[in-house]
């Protein structure tokens, strides 16, 4: 069964940058999962997935405008700290990813700049302006369940877990 609209996919990936060198792997947990055709991973590579099959290998190199997009400039915004979360530690230095409730949903920031009660963060992603290469390894492929369409997106191992 190749890799279509509504296929549940399970994948292994390396993902390097510019230079080749290792950004993040999955390979030392479990697979990734996604339903293909719903948007649920950057658009350069749900294309590259597209017509593959279970035991493939492939590798895709995806420039910025069909992965995080490019650098915007004005993405400095100035927040109430109490609004960054997931650190572990109590300050917050320039440099440290954050989280930060949205009216589109959780997003995570680069934090810029820190004040006594406010701090500067970076809204672009952080593979934002990167052309990215993803070593993939499809282990699976099948056929979405009703709930699973009618969800958006996969569940189980991988996916989404309700």
């Known amino acids: 069964m190749s890799i279509s609209r509504d296929s549940v996919v399970q994948f292994h990936y390396d993902l390097k940058d510019e ?7 999955s390979k030392e947990g479990e697979p990734s999962a996604y339903l ?5 991973v950057i658009p350069g590579l749900e294309k590259a997935m597209q017509g593959k099959e279970a035991g493939e290998s492939f ?4 420039e910025p405008a069909d992965a995080y997009g490019p650098i915007e400039e004005n993405a400095i915004q100035r927040l109430p700290i109490k609004h960054l979360q997931g650190s572990k530690q109590k300050k917050w230095k320039a440099g ?6 949205t009216e589109q949903g959780d997003r995570q920031v680069t934090v810029v700049k820190v004040g006594k009660f406010s701090a500067d963060v970076d809204s672009n992603h952080p593979f934002a302006g990167r052309t990215l290469t993803f070593e993939v390894d499809v282990l699976e492929v099948r056929d979405a369940t009703f709930e699973e369409k009618n969800h958006g997106h ?3 191992v991988g996916g989404h877990h309700h």
């Open 154 to 156: 996969a569940h189980g």
């Open 96 to 101: 440290m990813i954050a989280w930060v409730k």
């Open 59 to 62: 590798v895709a190199t995806i």
């Open 36 to 40: 293909h055709g719903h948007g649920n």
């Open 19 to 25: 230079k080749g060198e290792l950004i993040e792997s």
